[in-house]
Nanobody, 117 residues
Framework: VQLQASGGGLVQAGGSLRLSCAAS???????????MGWYRQAPGKQRELVAK???????NYADSVRGRFTISRDNAKNTVYLHMNSLKPEDTAVYYC?????????WGQGTLVTVSS
């Protein structure tokens, strides 16, 4: 599975961004993806879960983003989105999308989100 992330950039505090992550690869492996999500890693910190959505559209969020971020997916496009509102400087990080099957976790390249105060 290849994951192509896009949508990062520079935004002022209080602003919004939308990240996209498109999955591609063999149909058989795509079919086995049971969850996709977003993680982030700020300088000097460990990578942390931001949001995840299952194939059944169940979602979970980090406490720090709940109510501000929304994860969604377009199954026809094999794409997951992260809508980020009310951004804060502490949201600044490299954001990574991932896809989970029962046996493997795939990672996309990171996209940088910078929130200025």
């Amino acid at each position: 599975v290849q994951l192509q992330a896009s949508g990062g950039g520079l935004v002022q505090a209080g602003g919004s961004l939308r990240l996209s992550c498109a999955a591609s690869g063999s149909t058989g492996i795509i079919f086995r993806i049971n969850a996709m999500g977003w993680y982030r890693q700020a300088p000097g910190k460990q990578r942390e879960l931001v949001a995840k959505i299952t194939s059944g559209s169940s979602t979970n969020y980090a406490d720090s983003v709940r109510g501000r971020f929304t994860i969604s997916r377009d199954n026809a496009k094999n794409t997951v989105y992260l809508h980020m509102n009310s951004l804060k400087p502490e949201d600044t990080a490299v954001y990574y999308c991932n896809a989970d099957t029962n046996v493997y976790r795939y990672w996309g390249q990171g996209t940088l989100v910078t929130v200025s105060s």
